[in-house]
């Protein structure tokens, strides 16, 4: 690469994509001469280069605008851009674009009614956004062919679409802990690393816990929920784990160190999920070397 690598990433800060956009700063730490225009709430490696030229964007409409017009007077035709935050640039570039585009609902003709209406807003911008500024990208990445599929409809077959796996850990697919070496005895039967987004289907995952306990049956499960972003979602499991005795806990959001920790109490990960894109943790709990039990997610790098 002749030039500098712009990661323009304004809009990640948390979730999947914030624990695959630090990887990729760990991986790129020291190797190559890049930008970043960041969340101004997105954490960097503290050993972070000196060299690298970080620009901090408010979460607002007018900042981000304000950074789009900066990307688009800085990059010069020798640059690369990667935009991480699954949208191209508002603006055409001089140099190569290249989109990473995670997020199925902005290529999936599905309904958003499940959402509140701020969040079906937001969708609704990104995806016509996406649909008039994709003759901005050079090549769009996906991390499956299922998704690589949907983007080739919804550009037509105009723009390149490559699938391009990545997981945060360097091992890939394979177990980082050898079957023989997980533990017997768990401090939880089972974990959901996820949101509290409706597709990710916790309200049946709890209606499924109180059919057990109706047999007899308590185990105990772990949730990752932000209580205050899912408030409505938290006060309804709490008010069913108090009337069916369910061992239902929140850990709360997690980092990905702490996630790594909670795997390794567990003794499965379920996964309820109805409509993925890649399906992160399906592909951790296996290189953390428990078993997985999904739904009809179906979408993990090594199937979809």
Known sequence: MSGRLFIHATNIHQGGGCSLLKTLLKVLHGKAEFVLSLDDRMPTPEDMANNVQIKRVKPSILQRFIAEKWLAQSVTPEDTVLCFGNLPPLFKLRGRTVVFVQNRYLIDDVKLNRFPLSVRLRLAMERLWLSKKMSNVSEFIVQTPTMKRLLEIKVRWRVPVRVLPFVTEPNGYAPSVPQSEVPKEYNCDFVYVASGEPHKNHRRLIEA????????????????????????????????????????????????????????????????????????????????????????????????
């Open 209 to 304: 816990w109180c059919l057990l306990a109706e047999e007899g049956l308590f185990p105990l499960l772990y949730l990752t929920l932000d209580e205050t972003r899912f408030a409505t979602l938290y006060r309804e499991i709490q008010v069913m784990r108090q009337r069916y005795g369910l061992k239902v806990m929140n850990a709360g959001e997690l980092t990905y160190e702490d996630i790594l920790a909670l795997y390794k109490k567990a003794g499965a990960l379920i996964y309820p999920s109805t409509f993925e894109s890649l399906g992160l943790p399906l592909i951790e709990a296996h290189q953390a070397g428990i078993a997985s039990i999904g739904g009809r997610t179906g979408l993990c790098a090594r199937c979809a």
